[in-house]
């Protein structure tokens, strides 16, 4: 956690972006570091758990983390939390709560709200086009014997 917190500040002050860290840890040795470098970057999914996230993938080649534990200078946001469940991490560990984060400007609040409400009456609107096309690659996925489900 240690670590985590001090990629937290280091990155903030050299400018990558805001104040978070996160370390991915397996068998109590780290496998990645990862800071927010959203305004380094101009990426608004580079935060610190998806950096991480992708780098211990890339270098254990895998796309699942299950005898892993995720360390985190803050509570994670709605994506990142979404990036933890599609990792399967073993255990999630933050230092911040997201009320802490809100306290400094970082409020995802409204995100858990949007989600809640029906599409129609989400702030960002959504419509689906060419569903049937769309099906297409599903149904080729569907057929697939060699796939691997994740």
């Known amino acids: 956690m240690r670590e985590a917190i001090r ?4 990155k903030m002050q050299a400018g990558y972006g805001g104040p978070f860290g996160a370390v991915v840890v397996r068998n109590n040795k780290i496998i990645a570091r990862g800071f ?3 305004l380094a970057s101009n990426d608004p999914t580079a ?14 080649q895998t796309f699942q ?4 534990d995720l360390y985190t200078s803050c509570e ?4 990142c939390l979404g990036a933890i469940y599609w990792t399967r991490f073993r255990k999630v560990y933050y ?5 802490d984060a809100a306290a400094i400007g ?6 858990y709200q949007e989600l809640e409400k029906p599409q129609t009456d989400r702030q960002i609107p959504t419509e689906q086009l060419l569903p049937e096309e ?6 080729e996925w569907g057929k697939n014997p060699n796939k691997l489900v994740y």
């Open 7 to 10: 990629l937290s500040l280091e």
């Open 36 to 38: 927010n470098n959203v």
């Open 106 to 111: 970082f409020d995802d609040h409204f995100i």
């Open 134 to 139: 769309a099906n297409v690659a599903f149904q």
């Open 95 to 99: 230092g911040n709560s997201k009320q």
């Open 65 to 68: 983390l299950t005898d892993c």
């Open 76 to 79: 994670p946001c709605p994506m």
């Open 47 to 60: 935060h610190a758990e998806v950096d991480a996230i992708r780098k211990a993938c890339a270098t254990l």
